[in-house]
């Protein structure tokens, strides 16, 4: 039978019926390439055989269900007599396999839905204030586009204020020229709680950091009670910490937005009074939650003057100590072109006998075992593209998180430090042990605390109570 006969057979009814299952019978093709233009995603699948898997079988479903229907159209052609018999019957089960099953993975990747307002945060941002230090911003999202305004100063009348000019969903309101060692007052549209902070020392002998990774919220399995008795170190002011740093996973699934939500609500009430950045890890970005994490934490209208990227930055404190943050999740994946020539050039300009901290997600040196068969400690291709150039250009030392676990590997004079330990389920214990490994801890939660006195640095790994588990003392 002829294909043009076919078609005149039906009825209007039946046309569309067709139609509609043809378009349909692609609808997981579609999502495929969806999820393949995303190129985190397949970072994800390359370090995660499981993800993989599943991705494979949809991507054969994706390729047979269209298959399935023109073959059937076509061969029930030469065979079937009656038009009405074209497609056959169960074509319209497979067209249904292949309307639930991408309805299924969208609602499992739930792809850039917001799920409500986000509360402030006090973060660093990578403009320099008259001070030497770093400017800071009270940053947060509402679901609707609206006008706030901030006002602050050093007493609770805050008699410096800021304004919005028109409606944006993202917010970012620049504290600029902060006085060092100064008491600050905050508050957001004139009503609810006023916040406090202690801007920067005015020396750099009594700065100290606090830094964590991996907090994993939304995940049942995370330790919470870990993940806020770090937070309530960071603000204590018994410990005098003058800014606190996360290096990502700070949710398990960034495309969860419901995460982003409950994450950001348990932290503003510690991140508001101590100035915060936080660095993006694979588990926030992936299936687009790489979008939510930079209208959270650093937005399109924050000030950037050290690079045109929202997740890669400079961050100088006072002449003598810089920090980056990379862009680097699983590994060196993210490490684009432009971030290289825009770190080489950076790392060049400065004075290797200065204090030079590179803080990112991914590790570089770790002692591990295997995921699914793939190896978590050494990572070949972080350590072949950065121990050169770190060597090269005076870099001290190097927080990163991504493997569950504290650790301190000293290589060649470049510090290492893996301080993923803010709460998600701990690393199995490793197979393979880093050769310049000095210490290593997949037993307890904690945090990396970071003092510099006397021209030394010295980092110390803590528990979320802040009882001591390993400190050493870094000179130039
Ligand atoms: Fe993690």
Redesign the pocket.
């Known amino acids: 039978m002829k294909f043009k006969e076919i078609i005149n057979s039906w009825s209007t009814k039946k046309r569309i019926l067709v139609l509609i299952s043809f378009i349909f019978s692609f609808s997981t093709l579609a999502l495929v390439i969806w999820v393949m233009l995303l190129h985190r995603n397949m970072d994800l699948f390359k370090w995660n055989p499981a993800q993989n898997n599943i991705f494979i079988f949809i991507c054969l479903i994706a390729g047979l269900i269209p298959i399935g229907f023109i073959t059937d159209f076509f061969i029930r052609a030469l065979k079937v007599s009656s038009p009405k018999k074209i497609p056959g019957k169960y074509i319209y089960a497979l067209v249904l396999i292949g309307i639930i099953l991408p309805s299924a993975y969208l609602v499992y990747l739930s792809p850039y839905k917001h799920v409500g307002d986000k509360a402030p945060e006090l973060m660093i941002i990578d403009q320099p204030g008259s001070s030497g230090f770093p400017n800071l911003a009270v940053i947060f999202y509402t679901q609707k586009g609206t006008i706030n305004w901030v006002r602050y100063g050093t007493t609770t009348d805050m008699n410096n204020r800021i304004d919005e000019n028109s409606k944006s969903k993202t917010h970012a309101f620049v504290l600029a020229d902060l006085t060092p060692d100064t008491l600050y007052f905050y508050q957001i549209n004139g009503e609810g709680t006023i916040y406090n902070f202690t801007y920067f020392p005015s020396s750099i002998e009594n700065l100290r950091f606090g830094i964590s990774?991996?907090a994993?919220i939304g995940l049942e399995e995370a330790n919470r009670t870990a993940t806020i008795n770090i937070l309530k170190q960071m603000i204590n002011p018994a410990n005098h910490f003058s800014a606190f740093f996360c290096l990502?996973?700070i949710v398990d699934m960034g495309n969860d937005d419901s995460m982003y939500k409950e994450q950001i609500d348990l932290f503003s009430q510690y991140t508001t009074l101590i100035p915060y950045r936080n660095v993006v890890?694979?588990?926030d970005a992936w299936f687009g939650g790489i979008e939510f994490w930079k209208e959270y934490f650093y937005p399109s209208q924050t000030p950037n003057n050290s690079s045109d990227s929202q997740l890669w930055h400079q961050f100088d404190f006072g002449t003598n100590i810089h920090i980056f943050t990379l862009d680097l999740e699983w590994g060196t994946e993210t490490y684009t072109k432009e971030q290289q020539t825009w770190f080489e050039n950076k790392l060049k300009a400065l004075d290797p006998d200065d204090w030079i901290i590179v803080m990112n997600h991914a590790y570089y040196y770790a002692s591990s075992t295997e995921y699914q068969g793939v190896p978590w400690y050494d990572n070949p291709d972080m350590i072949n593209t950065f121990q050169a150039l770190f060597k090269q250009y005076g870099v001290d030392m190097v927080f990163s998180?991504?493997?569950?676990q504290m650790e301190h590997i000293d290589q060649e004079g470049v510090n290492y430090f893996i301080v993923?330990a803010m709460g998600?389920p701990h690393d199995l214990d490793p197979t393979y042990y880093s050769q310049n490994s000095m210490f290593f801890d997949n037993t307890h939660f904690g945090f990396a605390d970071v003092q510099f006195n006397n021209g030394n640095v010295t980092v110390s790994f803590r528990t979320p109570e802040n009882v001591l588990l390993y400190n050493v003392t870094i000179s130039k």
Not at 401 to 404: C, E, I, L, N, Q
């Open positions: 990774s991996d994993h990502g996973d890890g694979n588990h998180g991504h493997d569950h993923g998600g």
